[in-house]
């Protein structure tokens, strides 16, 4: 039993070590060794790996949020370079195939902050509104 759990978390630090290397990888690829403005400003924010390891899901964000369908293809463009990159760095057998998503975190929160401004604003008015009343 002992035995068991002890593969299990063997197992589920070198699946966190791949994700992190996949992730120390594919940015560094991006800021020396790939030549191309449309990712100028693109950053791989986080890796999931599957639990067999075959399947990687990179999610990555930019800070120009208007040429996000450019980036796009222009990752699918890369990504086989991306994967031989991986093979040579990653010592498996097997490469985990590559997927890539955007990750909206950022384009979210800047609507839901510029959401509270707004009714922020709409609540000071409100306010002012009430005691001019």
Not at 49 to 62: G, I
């Amino acid at each position: 039993m002992r035995r068991q759990s002890r593969d299990q978390a063997t197992k589920g630090l070198n699946k966190l070590k791949t994700q992190t290397i996949i992730l120390e990888e594919l940015n560094s690829y991006l800021r020396r060794d790939l030549a191309c403005p449309e990712l100028q400003f693109v950053s791989f924010t986080s890796i999931k790996l599957n639990e067999d390891l075959s399947q990687a899901t990179a999610y990555w964000d930019t800070f120009d949020f208007s040429k996000k369908k450019g980036i796009e293809e222009k990752l699918l463009e890369v990504l086989p370079r991306m994967r031989k990159l991986l093979s040579s760095k990653l010592q498996f057998r097997h490469t985990p195939s590559l997927k890539f998503f955007y990750n909206s975190q950022f384009e979210d929160e800047n609507r839901i902050m510029s959401l509270i401004s707004s009714k922020e604003s709409e609540l000071s008015i409100i306010k002012t509104e009430n005691i001019s009343s």
